[in-house]
């Protein structure tokens, strides 16, 4: 009989600086089908991603030497991994910091296991190689163009480095050009059934993918802010 092909379990990256916490995680997210690597601080986290190559970072942000914020901030000059923050600190100043520095996705401390299952599957969700793709190939409006199937974005022939959610919003947007889509459709199609409340985490994300594709961010020709409703995307002016 000829050996079975090995099923890809997800790489996941930890970052605790405490023990007790990093044993946790590690024991439920591999009861749950994952494979776990750990990291005590920034240093060895970063080494850690450029050695392993994981499938996603689960970041603490207050550790020695090195903190979160700082992680995420040098991780995001080389990748698109994704990454979700912990925080013992509720503030929305922090989970918007963290969101503006490029995470995917911010959980206070302290969670059920659960939730934070739900939450990695719904950002593998949006990983490529893990999560889904679009039946329609490309799409294109004036110089921007979209391959959904590489998920590759130009602007003028030049590629736009996108992190996966700014990708899957992007898709979700121009896959219904010209549509208002409402907050919560967006949290829950891009995000996952599990969000709908986490406005901020749009807000966060539009801004980051405008300033990425627009020539003037504050003066947004493709993704237009519909006010207490939601977003569309929409061809720019002539």
Request: aromatic fraction near 6%; proline fraction near 6%; include cysteine.
């Amino acid at each position: 009989m000829p050996a079975m092909s090995r099923i890809h379990r997800p790489r996941i990256l930890v970052v605790d600086d405490e023990p007790g916490i990093l044993r946790a995680l590690k024991t439920g997210l591999e009861a749950n089908g994952f494979e776990t690597l750990a990291a005590t601080d920034g240093s060895e986290a970063l080494e850690a991603i450029d050695k392993e190559l994981p499938d996603l970072l689960i970041l603490d942000i207050i550790m020695p030497k090195m903190d979160g914020f700082e992680v995420c901030r040098r991780v995001r000059q080389v990748s698109e991994i994704p990454i979700i923050m912990l925080s013992a600190r509720k503030s929305e100043e922090d989970k918007v910091q963290c969101l503006n520095l490029g995470s995917d996705d911010y959980i206070s401390k302290p969670f059920g296991m659960n939730e934070l299952i739900a939450r990695v599957k719904a950002v593998l969700r949006r990983t490529p190689g893990i999560g889904t793709t679009s039946a329609q190939p490309s799409f294109t409006c004036g110089s921007l163009t979209i391959d959904f199937t590489k998920r590759r974005v130009t602007i003028a022939g030049n590629e736009v480095k996108l992190t996966p959610t700014e990708f899957s919003l992007l898709q979700e947007l121009t896959l219904n050009a010209d549509k208002v889509l409402t907050h919560i459709h967006l949290l829950k199609t891009v995000w996952g059934t599990e969000y709908g409340q986490e406005r901020e985490y749009l807000r966060v994300f539009v801004g980051r993918i405008r300033a990425k594709l627009e020539t003037n961010p504050l003066d947004p020709k493709y993704i237009i802010t519909v006010p207490f409703v939601g977003y569309k995307f929409q061809a720019p002016h002539k």
